[in-house]
């Protein structure tokens, strides 16, 4: 019910944008995440947005350079991230939660599948 894209290979400095499409019954009741698992590493919470009032929330690590965000009309959630550097390198998730919790894997109920983001030096 989740399907993620976007992800590519870049320079560090560059940009990306994600997609994550979900259907109209998951998008106007679940709260949306963003994760990523770099090689050897856990799951790591990235950004989150809430469906009804828009709140956002991230990661220390991106604040300043990633921005979530949604378009309703179109039932899409983006990650649009800038000033790429190569310890953003990892496989992307979106991810659908109905809890009030949102920057733990546990709390959410859907995931997609991942999208590989690659920055190289």
């Known amino acids: 019910q989740l399907q993620a894209s976007g992800g590519g290979l870049v320079h560090a400095g560059g940009c990306l944008r994600l997609?994550?499409?979900?259907?109209?019954?998951?998008?106007?009741?679940?709260?949306m995440g963003w994760f990523r698992q770099a090689p050897g590493k856990e799951r790591e919470f990235v950004a989150a947005i809430r469906w009804s009032s828009g709140r956002t929330y991230y990661a220390d690590s991106v604040k300043g350079r990633f921005t979530i965000s949604r378009d309703n009309a179109k039932n899409t959630v983006y990650l649009q991230m800038d000033s790429l550097k190569p310890e953003d390198t990892a496989v992307y998730y979106c991810?659908?939660?109905?809890?009030?919790?949102?920057?733990?894997?546990?709390?959410?109920?859907?995931w997609g599948q991942g999208t590989q983001v690659t920055v190289s030096n």
């Open positions: 991810a659908a939660s109905y809890s009030i919790i949102l920057t733990m894997t546990t709390r959410y109920d859907y």
């Open positions: 997609s994550c499409a979900a259907s109209a019954r998951m998008f106007s009741n679940y709260n």
